[in-house]
């Protein structure tokens, strides 16, 4: 455990050394990049460590000033979170010095330096937490950072309103919070949380908790509902942020979720038919809306609220199984619940990067701008690859692994064929249209961004740095470790549902006789064994010409008759037209001479446009009404209202 | 129930009612004066001998009894209004009011947790009720004057509290005296006049130009 802390401290110090960087100085820079990154390295190290020992690595320190305790507790379900953040947070501060070079904005990124470790420590005490003070203290840090670094750029309008959007809707969820901690009791707050399995889940009390906590970490993770602030959040930030908000902070409500459950026992059966559901509903609806938009940040970003979901349809599946008792389906779910928490905060912090760096190069999000990229960005296309391969859950990347096993667990319900879990059955058709949809959107995005020709000549784009490169090589190798050898990270994921179940009862099966990881390992080397022969003996023939598109035979294609983003997606888009209420804006060619025509597809976040704005708008206006009855300058009346509150007080008291 | 506390205090419910119902300035201004005075007699009867004790009467006496009145005669010379022209709420709607609030004050008196030797005694009702009858003062009068009677009424059902607090809380009451002081120099010395300078008039309701 000390060396846990020793990490924490080492990636604050690099945050304490930012400041010195404002003026520009490149000494500091390079100092505070390596308190960084060994605090980063050096967090795995220790996380690695501390599950080696048995039992979990405690730390109790007196916190006077507030009555309690701190006290940082690192189990298993800890781990599988603060690996791949610490990880992303490496890899994005080390992006983050090619991404945002010191040299032309010294300001900025000095803003950079320090709120980016900040919030890398402040997730890392997050997740070990021992209590709800340190969790709370540390989740406002985490909540606050996370919003100076989306605001990096507030001088424009849209940065500053998506900055004002998250942070509304991460202190509503941290409001739930609190009255999660509340309703827990002081003991869970002041001294430590209880045991896994020491609340009893048939209590009315439990399924309030629930509720809240599917209300406040549902808002952090971005569920469907709940996902309003997300989209512009992470479309406003600079990519690297993107990345750890992306790949790391929204898990951070999947990990309360998953903590929260963990504490009751008995857990009622509608737990995890609800959790089962919001997860359907996030990741068809998240991966449609991502098909629908044509901001490359944008797109990401819903697929996040698609992730999210998927995660969920894991964990759904985990609290059926402890309520039905069918011990595969605990194990199988939750297994690939964390898996892919761990996947997708890998290869969304690699697509997030990937995408910044062409970004970086073209200057634009819009994904009608680009064209042609692959030739001048090869290696940046390759990572992007990568990620797109990874997410849309094909082999033999990580993607493939964890959907993989959320698929095992799902079929389980059916072993036994009780007629209560069949609905359950119904997710696995949901999570492969899913995986389609996420196939085609992805489709699109390379084929717009990389493949064809560049759509305006001036754009003279070139590869990125290379700290850019190395960062995101790095995430690539980590999604090709999972993907390759799964059965490596089996025993991590066994000492998280170890530390998920409630001690008492038997121990969870084993995971490895369940999903037979070694044929995967095989089948996927031998795929890419294939594919290299397949590469290799193009290469030999050398014959392929660089020609423009075959475009069905028309004689003299241009850069502008391509396809774009929106006739891409038109077939999807036209499908869920009455959900999405996309607005298109169009001139149609009229007669033999037309006039210039133009067409223009958007889609606005319909919760967001259509339900949270006009909900806020009536709020206003009723208190702005109120304010005016209220605020009427007669000094008799305004001493009338105290003395009401105490009379009503009073009363209440009596 | 005749002992001399029980019967100052019975006067200064009676004053309560009188303030409540009058119009005119003087007469207002010397009835809170006189049940200042009053109350001033009530650490005499209820405490042993003490300096203490007299310091307390003799300063709530001067203060109360001699300084104010003084203070607030002066100010309506000076402004020259006699009587409060249309209150905000008419003067038997107060008397009804204070009468309901006077009744509530003896309800609740007597369900509030009380040491033994103060329950069923005359003295927290009285203190609520006189508190109540100068936050109407307060509520429903324009003249800032008025206003300021309705302060100091409300102080003088603080000081029956305090005399009850007197030998526990020794500073309770001076402090409160201390308050009184606050009133007499900062709201009529300073904001009265300059209320005057500026409107001509001393009708708060001018004031509400900054509700925004």
């Keep these: 455990m000390t060396l846990f802390v020793t990490a924490i401290c080492l990636i604050l110090v690099s945050a304490l050394l930012a400041p010195l960087t404002r003026k520009g100085s490149a000494f500091w820079d390079r100092c505070s990049l390596a308190c960084g990154l060994g605090g980063t390295l050096l967090g795995m190290g220790a996380t690695l460590l501390a599950l080696n020992q048995p039992g979990s690595a405690v730390l109790t320190l007196p916190w006077s000033g507030v009555g309690g305790l701190f006290v940082l507790r690192l189990d298993g379900l800890a781990a599988i979170f603060l690996l791949p953040a610490f990880l992303i947070c490496g890899v994005g501060l080390l992006y983050g010095s090619g991404y945002w070079p010191m040299q032309a904005k010294p300001a900025s990124s000095a803003w950079l330096r320090f709120f980016y470790p900040l919030l890398g420590a402040a997730i890392a005490i997050v ?80 399924s309030a908790i629930f509720l809240l906590a599917l209300f406040g970490f549902g808002f952090k993770a971005g569920v469907m509902p709940l996902h309003i602030w997300l989209p512009k959040a992470h479309a406003a930030a600079p990519s690297h942020v993107s990345a750890l908000l992306s790949g790391v902070m929204i898990k951070m409500g999947i990990y309360g979720l998953i903590r929260t459950t963990s504490l009751f026992a008995a857990i009622p059966a509608w737990w995890g038919w609800t959790i089962l559901a919001l997860g ?57 619940a964390l898996l892919h928490v761990i996947n997708h905060g890998l290869f969304k912090a690699l697509l997030f990067l990937s995408a910044g760096s062409v970004i970086h190069a073209t200057g634009t999000r819009e994904l009608n701008r680009y064209g042609g990229l692959l030739r001048t960005m090869p290696l940046t296309g390759l990572f992007f690859l990568g990620g797109a391969i990874a997410i849309c859950g094909l082999p033999p990347l990580n993607g493939f692994v964890s959907e993989w096993l959320i698929y095992l667990g799902l079929f389980q319900g059916s072993q036994p064929l009780a007629a209560n879990l069949l609905p359950a059955l119904l997710a696995a058709p949901a999570l492969a249209l899913t995986g389609g949809l996420a196939l085609l959107c992805f489709a699109k995005v390379f084929g717009l961004a990389f493949l064809g020709t560049p759509r305006s000549e001036a754009m003279a784009t070139h590869e ?22 799964p ?135 009723g208190a702005s009404w109120l304010r005016h009855r209220l605020q009427h300058g007669i000094v008799g009346l305004y001493l009338l209202y105290p003395a009401l509150t105490l009379c009503i007080l009073l009363i209440l008291a009596a | 129930m005749n002992t001399p506390p029980n019967l100052i205090l019975l006067f200064v419910i009676l004053f309560n009612f009188f303030i409540l119902g009058t119009s005119r300035l003087a007469t207002c201004i010397r009835s809170v004066a006189l049940q200042g005075a009053l109350l001033s007699l009530l650490p005499l009867f209820l405490h042993t001998s003490t300096f203490h004790t007299y310091l307390l009467a003799g300063g709530a006496f001067i203060l109360k009894g001699l300084l104010m009145p003084w203070l607030l005669f002066r100010a309506i010379r000076q402004v020259r209004i006699r009587r409060e022209v249309e209150p905000r709420i008419g003067y038997i709607p107060t008397l009804l009011l204070g009468a309901l609030t006077t009744a ?73 005296v201390l308050l009184d002081m606050l009133v007499a120099i900062f709201v009529m010395g300073i904001v009265m006049n300059h209320i005057n300078r500026e409107f001509s008039t001393l009708n708060t309701e001018q004031l509400s130009l900054l509700r925004e």
């Design chain 1, 127 to 206: 997740l070990t937490a021992g209590n709800g003070l340190v969790f709370l203290f540390a989740w406002e840090i985490m909540a606050l950072s996370g919003y100076f670094l989306v605001a990096t750029e507030r001088e424009q309008d849209e940065v500053y309103q998506a900055g004002f959007l998250y942070i509304a809707a991460t202190h509503t969820a941290t409001l739930a919070l609190f009255a999660l901690f509340a309703l827990l009791g002081d003991q869970a707050v002041f001294i430590a949380l209880p045991a896994a399995g020491s609340l009893d889940g048939a209590a009315p009390l439990a």
């Design chain 1, 487 to 621: 059965k490596a990270f089996f025993p991590l994921l066994h000492s998280a549902t170890l530390a998920w179940l409630p001690a008492a009862p038997a121990p969870a099966a084993a995971l490895a006789a369940l999903a037979p990881a070694g044929s995967i390992s095989l089948a996927a080397l031998l795929f890419i064994i294939l594919l290299g022969l397949f590469a290799g003996n193009r290469r030999q023939r050398r014959e392929t010409p660089r020609v423009p598109t075959w475009g069905c035979a028309y004689a003299r294609p241009l850069p502008r008759a391509q396809y774009t983003a929106s006739s891409f997606a038109e077939l999807i888009t036209g499908l869920f037209g009455w959900f999405l209420r996309s607005r298109t804006d169009e001139v149609k060619p009229k007669g033999c001479f037309p006039s210039p025509a133009h067409l223009e597809t958007r889609t606005p976040d319909l919760i967001l446009d259509l339900g949270v704005t006009p909900l806020c708008a009536l709020l206003a206006a």
């Design chain 2, 104 to 176: 509530g004050a003896f309800i609740f008196g007597d369900r509030l947790p009380l040491l033994p030797a103060h329950l069923h005694s005359l003295f927290i009702p009285a203190a609520l009720a006189t508190l109540a009858a100068g936050f109407l003062m307060l509520i429903t009068r324009r003249k800032a004057i008025t206003q300021v009677l309705g302060y100091l009424m409300f102080e003088n059902g603080i000081f029956i509290f305090g005399t009850l607090l007197a030998e526990a809380m020794p500073f309770m009451v001076e402090m409160g």
């Design chain 1, 280 to 336: 359907v509903l996030s990741s068809i609806l998240g991966v449609v809306f991502a098909i629908a938009q044509h901001d490359i940040k944008r797109l990401l970003a819903y697929h996040s609220v698609e992730n999210i979901g998927i995660i969920l349809l894991g964990l759904g599946l985990a609290l059926l199984g402890r309520s039905y008792g069918i011990e595969a389906m605990v194990t199988l779910g939750l297994a690939g």
């Design chain 1, 464 to 485: 990125a740095p290379r700290s850019m490169l190395i960062g995101m090589g790095t995430l690539l190798a980590a999604c090709l470790a999972i993907g390759l050898l």
